[in-house]
């Protein structure tokens, strides 16, 4: 069973810089994508940036430019980079993963979640 633990969120000011991690337990699927994800209070779950298992990545409108997703295979981490946040930005993350290489960034496509990491731009 797969597990992913979110951490890095917290407290900035606009403008301001956090790097969120996800521990991933051991992954078996030959192709994968994993993602970040995010839900402010009130609106709908969405995607943020995914990766393959190849490390092409795309990302949401929103984030280009700003936000960079990466992941460490031999420390089965994902991180999320996330520089001149916006108080837009603020919500809670989540990462994802799904065991198909399609880069999708639709959450209703990933099987596996974790608890989520908060993060407030104020």
């Known amino acids: 069973h797969v597990q992913l633990v979110e951490s890095g969120g917290g407290s900035v000011e606009p403008g301001g810089t956090l790097r969120l991690s996800c521990d991933v337990s051991?992954?078996?699927?030959?192709?994968?994508?994993m993602g970040w994800f995010r839900q402010a209070a009130g609106k709908e779950r969405e995607g943020v940036a995914v990766?393959?298992?190849?490390?092409?990545?795309t990302y949401a409108d929103s984030v280009k430019g700003r936000f960079t997703i990466s992941k460490d295979d031999a420390e089965n981490t994902l991180y999320l980079q996330m520089n001149s946040l916006k108080p837009e930005d603020r919500g809670m993350y989540y990462c994802?993963?799904?065991?198909?290489?399609?880069?999708?960034?639709?959450?209703?496509?990933?099987?596996?979640w974790g608890q989520g990491t908060q993060v407030t731009v104020s």
């Open positions: 051991r992954y078996t699927y030959s192709g994968y994508c």
């Open positions: 994802a993963t799904k065991g198909d290489a399609g880069l999708l960034t639709e959450p209703t496509a990933y099987h596996y």
């Open positions: 990766i393959g298992s190849d490390g092409s990545a």
